[in-house]
């Protein structure tokens, strides 16, 4: 018997992830030079691939609580109160998720029901739309590309007036897929109007430790901490894609309620990988700074050649991407431009259609890949512009 139409119907708004459809997609291509997901080329530091090790030697195979390991926890949030000036009890504010991925599933989930309404800023990652469709809610993309990619008080509160039936608010900062922050003024100004209306924030601040400003990254937390919850883990920090380890750090009266939805989507993150993490939070709490200081260099250099063939770029202020526009006298079809791009030249980025309505026209593309493929990337880039405009 077919039983295939009893799946939940809001399966059918959503999508395999299209950036990871065009990274397979051109993946085919012999030779391709990829500059699309957002994995760190670094390897996972020395001394917390150690600690690994011997937590598998020390035969530490067995479940920790569903908050993940108290030693971990508190090495997390002495880790977010020294870096940002945040303070989350260990014993009852701190989760410990398998990767930011699923602290942002628990979190959605435990929150929407049909009929709520997101506001998020955009274009924005496409990794929340579809978890937000499964529960039955509705995105709203607030459109900021007239304005440098940057969220205004002014935006925000519009939308929350337009919006009655908005429950939660998604900052993302630094942003992927453009790279932009908030400084401390704009952040404490958007947590003013949040702090007016009955919602949640959720701050995915995956990429704190990826900022190229003087100043440091500013958490909203600081400023709405009864209505944030915030997001962050260790794969973009400390190059550990694959130990997949995140955290959600919120007022206990959400934390309660978060960990019923984290128990049963996975009991616990993988206790190896946390013993890792505490040895990366603790030993390991500036390891990212070395990055940091190559990915500037690798941002400079891939603005000083793309701006020059016309591409327009919000100069990133963290993470590691550029999100450019396509130049007005090329194809503006973003899809059909890089399909173009990727077999005349062996070179993949990113559709900004990828990130939402409003990242058409533009191409996100990783710098988190070395600086001999980058190299390469931009001489082929620039012979294809060259080549398209002769």
């Given at each position: 018997?077919?039983v ?85 009890d ?72 337009a ?30 109007v949040?702090?007016?209306y ?90 990212a700074?070395?990055m ?81 493929v ?17």
């Amino acid at each position: 018997m077919d039983v295939s139409h009893l799946f939940n119907p809001n399966l059918d708004k959503i999508q395999i992830s299209a950036i990871r459809r065009f990274d397979q997609e051109v993946s085919k291509i012999p030779g391709i030079l990829k500059l699309t997901l957002g994995e760190p080329d670094f390897s996972t530091p020395q001394h917390v691939e150690d600690a690994a090790v011997a937590a598998v030697r020390a035969h530490e195979s067995h479940y920790t609580g569903m908050s993940g390991l108290l030693a971990l926890r508190q090495a997390a949030s002495q880790f977010v109160s020294g870096k940002y000036g945040v303070t989350f009890d260990p014993e009852s504010e701190v989760l410990v998720t398998v990767g930011a991925t699923e602290a942002i599933s628990a979190s959605l989930m435990s929150i929407l029901v049909a009929g709520d309404k997101v506001l998020t800023p955009a274009p924005l990652y496409p990794g929340y739309e579809p978890l937000i469709q499964l529960a039955g809610a509705e995105m709203v993309e607030i459109d900021t590309t007239k304005n440098g990619f940057v969220l205004t008080p002014e935006m925000l509160e519009a939308a929350l007036i337009a919006h009655p039936e908005t429950k939660v608010v998604i900052l993302n900062y630094p942003s992927n897929p453009t790279g932009v922050t908030y400084n401390r003024a704009e952040i404490k100004a958007l947590s003013d109007v949040i702090k007016k209306y009955p919602v949640f924030v959720i701050s995915d601040e995956i990429y704190s430790e990826l900022t190229y400003t003087d100043e440091k990254h500013v958490s909203i937390a600081e400023f709405a901490r009864e209505q944030t919850i915030v997001l962050n883990g260790l794969s973009k920090s400390h190059a550990m894609t694959g130990y997949r380890i995140g955290f959600i750090f919120a007022d206990a009266s959400l934390t309660s309620q978060i960990i019923k939805t984290h128990q049963y989507f996975v009991t616990a993150a993988t206790t190896v990988s946390q013993f890792a993490a505490i040895e990366a939070l603790t030993n390991g709490k500036d390891d990212a700074a070395i990055m940091t200081k190559e990915y500037i260099i690798r941002r400079d250099y891939i603005m000083s050649k793309m701006t020059p063939l016309g591409f327009d770029i919000a100069k990133p202020d963290g993470a590691f991407y550029i999100f450019a526009k396509i130049p007005a006298d090329l194809n503006q079809d973003d899809f059909a431009f890089l399909i173009d791009f990727a077999n005349q030249k062996q070179v993949a980025f990113i559709p900004g259609s990828s990130f939402g309505q409003y990242g058409k026209g533009y191409i996100r593309l990783s710098y988190a890949a070395s600086m001999a493929v980058i190299t390469e990337a931009m001489t082929r880039l620039t012979a294809f512009v060259n080549e398209k405009r002769a």
